[in-house]
């Protein structure tokens, strides 16, 4: 327990420091913690610390945790792993957030699924930025369509855009997606979110605009 909080209290004390550096107000990034291979305990510990939302990448692991820990009134679950067709229904009925929607198909699904829920699924476009093979996520060419067609489906909220840019990628890189963000907020009331940057990448990420950034081991430790 003592752990994580420590670790958290430090990655939101680098975030902060981020934010000053970049002349940005302390509680404009978001801090994800990234759930995924750790158990329920972990993720409630973190939670007494303070931390609220949290990040999972595998469904079936998820949902069991979702269920753990429905006792957790305020807690704000995320899915940030590739979707496959035959997951968007426990995606839109256990998650608040998801972040890696990126085709036409898997927009609709979380749609149709999600129509017996209170409130609309807030969905992030994930974008290939490095336009790397083994990654998922739509060219930047397509953004604007698929943002039209989830900004059409009622029970779907358009939030903004995610990106994982390759490793040691140019600071062009993450400016490049917070031009794509800024021009895709000026076209769309609800977005707000530029879902960019891990533990590696933190400072490229909070320098050009990130709003939201992604840490796990560094919270929780080593994989399991």
């Known amino acids: 327990m003592t752990d994580i909080k420590n670790n958290l209290c430090q990655i939101k004390q680098q975030i902060s420091h981020l934010c000053q550096q970049s ?48 006792h957790l009134a305020d807690i704000s679950w995320h899915f940030i792993g590739p979707i496959q067709s035959n997951k968007t229904k426990h995606i839109a009925e256990h998650f608040a957030w998801v ?38 996520g739509i060219d930047k060419s397509e953004l604007f369509a698929l943002a039209e067609i989830v900004h ?3 029970n779907l909220s358009l939030r903004g855009i995610m990106a994982i840019p390759e490793k040691n990628a140019p600071l062009s890189t993450y400016q490049t997606m917070h031009e794509l963000f800024l021009s895709l907020k000026a076209k769309y009331n609800s977005v707000d979110t530029l879902s960019m940057g891990m533990s590696n990448d933190m400072s490229e990420a909070i320098a050009s605009g990130s709003t939201m950034v992604r840490v796990g081991s560094a919270i929780f430790g080593a994989r399991n």
Do not use: W
């Not at 990234?34 to 972990?42: F, Q």
């Not at 036409?104 to 699924?113: P, S, T």
């Open 23 to 70: 002349s940005r107000a302390n509680n404009a990034v978001t801090l994800l913690a990234v759930s995924k291979t750790k158990p329920s305990l972990a993720i409630e510990q973190a939670y007494q610390a303070g931390q609220r939302a949290f990040g999972e990448n595998y469904v079936q692991e998820a949902v069991e945790k979702v269920q753990q820990l429905s």
């Open 152 to 154: 059409n489906c009622e």
């Open 99 to 136: 972040h890696s929607v990126e085709r036409e198909k898997i927009a609709m699904r979380l749609n149709e699924h999600r129509s017996n829920q209170d409130t609309p699924l807030n969905v992030c476009l994930q974008v290939n930025i490095s336009q790397e093979q083994t990654k998922s």
